[in-house]
C-alpha cells in the first residue's frame, strides 16, 4: 500500500484485479459461481444484496441474533421488502426447525442469515439454516463478514445464493473491499426483476461486467486497498484454508478457555461460540476502564459491545493472521487487567428464544 499509487487504467492493475478476484473465488471456495470484488465496506456487502435481489414489497426473512443480524432487517426495510424476522435473544444461534416451520408456513423470496454476528459471537449453523432454504426453494442470502477465511464456508457446497465478506477480518486485509459470491440462480433473479434495481453503485449487474473485463469503467477502485487484499489473500492460500481454519480453531479454543478461567460469562450460547470473535459480559460500566487500561498499559486493543452493550460487554477479535502465541501473549495482558478492574460477572438473564414476529 505505501508503493507509489496504482493507477486502476493501466495493464498492472488490470492483471492485479484478474488474479485478486480468482483468489477471491479462492478463499470462498466458488468454482462455478459469479465472483464480484470492488471497493466500500461489508456494508455495502449487505446492501448490495438487498436492493439487487429485493424489490418494493418483496416478502422478506432475517434471522437475527445481534447488531448485525437487526442492520440487515433495518436494510430489507429501507428498501420496502415486506420485511418479516425470526429474532433470537442475543447469544442464542438461529435454529433450523423454527426456520423449517416458518418456510412451510409463509412464503418468502430471499432469507437473510448473519454466519457469525459479531457483536454476540454467535456462529449459526450455516449449513443446517440455508439447506432448509434450498429445500423450500427459497433465495439465501449470507453475511460472512465474520467467518470467511476463518471459519469453515464453502460456497461451491453451502447452496446459498449470495454470501459477501469484507477485506478487514479474517482475510487480514486493510478495511475497504467487499468480497460477494454469487449463484447463477441469484444472477437470474436479478436480471429477471420487473422493477429496476434502485442503485448504481449497489447494483451487482453493473458490476458484473468489471469481473470479467475490468478495463471497463464504472467507478473509480481503492486500487492500494485491493493491492492490499491481494497479498492478504495470497497469504490465506499459501497457509491453506485449512490449515488457516484449523489455526482459528485453536484460538478460539484458547480465547474461550483464558475467558471461562477468569469466571466471566459468554454472550454466545455453548457449542455456538465463534472462533473468530468472543464476547463475553463484564461488570455494568466497567468495560471502558477494561479497555482503555489495557491500551494504554499494553498497547493491545480489544472491542466493546455495540451500543446498549457497549458498557458491558468485551470483545476479543481472534482472527487473520494472528498466531497462538501472539494472542497467549495479549489474553495475559487482558487478565491482568482483568484481576485488576473487570473481576465482577453480570448477572445473566436467561436467555429466552423470543417468538417469531
Ligand atoms: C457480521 C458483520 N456484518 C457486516 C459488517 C459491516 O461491515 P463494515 O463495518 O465493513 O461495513 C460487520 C462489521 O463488523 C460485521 O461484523
Given at each position: 500500500?505505501?508503493?507509489?499509487?496504482?493507477?486502476?487504467?493501466?495493464?498492472?492493475?488490470?492483471?492485479?484485479?484478474?488474479?485478486?478476484?480468482?483468489?477471491?473465488?479462492?478463499?470462498?471456495?466458488?468454482?462455478?459461481?459469479?465472483?464480484?470484488?470492488?471497493?466500500?465496506?461489508?456494508?455495502?456487502g449487505m446492501e448490495s444484496s438487498v436492493v439487487s435481489l429485493v424489490s418494493?414489497?418483496d416478502?422478506t426473512?432475517t434471522?437475527?441474533?445481534?447488531?448485525?443480524?437487526?442492520r440487515m432487517l433495518m436494510l430489507n426495510q429501507v428498501h420496502g421488502a415486506?420485511a418479516?424476522?425470526?429474532?433470537?435473544?442475543?447469544?442464542?444461534?438461529?435454529?433450523?426447525?423454527?426456520?423449517?416451520?416458518?418456510?412451510?408456513?409463509?412464503?418468502?423470496?430471499v432469507?437473510f442469515?448473519?454466519?457469525?454476528?459479531?457483536?454476540?459471537?454467535?456462529?449459526?449453523?450455516?449449513?443446517?439454516?440455508?439447506?432448509?432454504?434450498?429445500?423450500?426453494?427459497?433465495?439465501?442470502v449470507?453475511?460472512?463478514?465474520?467467518?470467511?477465511?476463518?471459519?469453515?464456508?464453502?460456497?461451491?457446497?453451502?447452496?446459498?445464493?449470495i454470501?459477501?465478506?469484507?477485506?478487514?477480518?479474517?482475510?487480514?486485509?486493510?478495511?475497504?473491499?467487499?468480497?460477494?459470491?454469487?449463484?447463477?440462480?441469484?444472477?437470474?433473479?436479478?436480471?429477471?426483476?420487473?422493477?429496476?434495481i434502485e442503485s448504481?453503485?449497489m447494483?451487482?449487474?453493473?458490476?458484473?461486467?468489471?469481473?470479467?473485463?475490468?478495463?471497463?469503467?464504472?467507478?473509480?477502485?481503492?486500487?492500494?486497498?485491493?493491492?492490499?487484499?491481494?497479498?492478504?489473500?495470497?497469504?490465506?492460500?499459501?497457509?491453506?484454508?485449512?490449515?488457516?481454519?484449523?489455526?482459528?480453531?485453536?484460538?478460539?479454543?484458547?480465547?474461550?478457555?483464558?475467558?471461562?478461567?477468569?469466571?466471566?460469562?459468554?454472550?454466545?450460547?455453548?457449542?455456538?461460540?465463534?472462533?473468530?470473535?468472543?464476547?463475553?459480559?463484564?461488570?455494568?460500566?466497567?468495560?471502558?476502564?477494561?479497555?482503555?487500561?489495557?491500551?494504554?498499559?499494553?498497547?493491545?486493543?480489544?472491542?466493546?459491545?455495540?451500543?446498549?452493550?457497549?458498557?458491558?460487554?468485551?470483545?476479543?477479535?481472534?482472527?487473520?493472521?494472528?498466531?497462538?502465541?501472539?494472542?497467549?501473549?495479549?489474553?495475559?495482558?487482558?487478565?491482568?487487567?482483568?484481576?485488576?478492574?473487570?473481576?465482577?460477572?453480570?448477572?445473566?438473564?436467561?436467555?429466552?428464544?423470543?417468538?417469531?414476529?
Open positions: 500500500m505505501a508503493g507509489p499509487q496504482l493507477p486502476h487504467v493501466g495493464s498492472e492493475f488490470y492483471s492485479m484485479f484478474k488474479e485478486t478476484v480468482s483468489l477471491a473465488r479462492y478463499v470462498f471456495r466458488n468454482e462455478k459461481g459469479v465472483q464480484f470484488v470492488f471497493t466500500g465496506s461489508g456494508t455495502i418494493h414489497g416478502p426473512l434471522l437475527t441474533n445481534g447488531y448485525f443480524g437487526r415486506k418479516d424476522s425470526l429474532e433470537y435473544t442475543e447469544g442464542n444461534a438461529a435454529d433450523p426447525d423454527a426456520l423449517r416451520k416458518k418456510l412451510r408456513k409463509s412464503r418468502y423470496k432469507v442469515i448473519t454466519h457469525v454476528d459479531t457483536s454476540s459471537s454467535v456462529a449459526n449453523p450455516i449449513n443446517e439454516l440455508v439447506e432448509e432454504c434450498s429445500k423450500e426453494g427459497v433465495l439465501s449470507v453475511d460472512a463478514v465474520c467467518s470467511i477465511g476463518g471459519i469453515p464456508l464453502d460456497f461451491g457446497r453451502l447452496g446459498a445464493d454470501v459477501f465478506t469484507a477485506s478487514q477480518k479474517a482475510l487480514a486485509g486493510p478495511p475497504g473491499a467487499v468480497l460477494v459470491a454469487a449463484s447463477e440462480r441469484a444472477i437470474q433473479q436479478m436480471e429477471n426483476r420487473k422493477a429496476p448504481y453503485y447494483n451487482l449487474l453493473k458490476w458484473k461486467p468489471i469481473m470479467d473485463d475490468p478495463k471497463m469503467y464504472l467507478a473509480t477502485p481503492a486500487t492500494q486497498v485491493l493491492l492490499a487484499l491481494r497479498e492478504a489473500m495470497k497469504e490465506t492460500k499459501e497457509e491453506g484454508l485449512e490449515n488457516r481454519w484449523s489455526r482459528h480453531r485453536k484460538l478460539g479454543e484458547l480465547t474461550r478457555s483464558r475467558v471461562e478461567g477468569w469466571g466471566q460469562k459468554f454472550v454466545a450460547e455453548e457449542g455456538r461460540r465463534a472462533d473468530t470473535v468472543t464476547s463475553f459480559w463484564v461488570h455494568r460500566e466497567k468495560a471502558g476502564e477494561i479497555q482503555h487500561t489495557l491500551e494504554n498499559e499494553h498497547g493491545i486493543v480489544v472491542a466493546r459491545g455495540i451500543y446498549e452493550d457497549s458498557d458491558k460487554m468485551i470483545r476479543i477479535g481472534h482472527f487473520g493472521i494472528l498466531q497462538v502465541s501472539e494472542l497467549r501473549a495479549a489474553l495475559d495482558s487482558l487478565g491482568i487487567i482483568m484481576e485488576k478492574i473487570g473481576g465482577i460477572i453480570r448477572p445473566v438473564k436467561v436467555a429466552k428464544r423470543m417468538p417469531a414476529r
